[in-house]
């Protein structure tokens, strides 16, 4: 029942930037942003965890994306960011939102996401 809505994604040259955000229509505790390029599987790229027991937010970045995107998300909102930036042809593909609840490792290694957004598409050209 959760609605997870992703935007922001475009065409840009290698180099550019580009700023995805994600609105969903209640607070989860854990938000994540996969990738999935033509003809391969789901890719893990980003999540945040923060609970209203938490003292700060808990971020994890896999090793393809990481220095170059950031995540973050504005809880009264319910809205998540992934700021992409020094974009490679390789980071073309669909973006998705995922969210959950969970505890903070679930978050960590991408477990516990069980409500998917319907993707942004973004495209990098060298």
């Known amino acids: 029942q959760v609605q997870l809505v992703e935007s922001g994604g475009g065409s840009v040259e290698a180099g550019g930037s580009l700023r995805l955000s994600c609105t969903s229509s209640?607070?989860?505790?854990?938000t994540a942003w996969f990738r999935q390029a033509p003809g391969k599987d789901h890719e893990a790229g980003a999540s945040?965890?923060?609970?209203?027991?938490?003292?700060?937010?808990?971020?994890t970045y896999a090793d393809s994306v990481k220095g170059r995107f950031t995540i973050s998300r504005d809880n009264a909102t319910n809205t998540a960011y992934l700021q992409m930036n020094e974009l490679k042809p390789d980071d073309s593909a669909m973006y998705y939102c995922?969210?959950?609840?969970?505890?903070?490792?679930?978050?960590?290694?991408?477990?516990?996401?069980?409500?998917w957004g319907q993707g942004t598409q973004v495209t990098v050209s060298s």
């Open positions: 209640q607070y989860l505790y854990c």
């Open positions: 995922v969210a959950g609840f969970g505890s903070d490792w679930s978050c960590s290694t991408f477990q516990s996401l069980n409500n």
């Open positions: 945040i965890y923060m609970s209203p027991l938490s003292p700060a937010p808990s971020t």
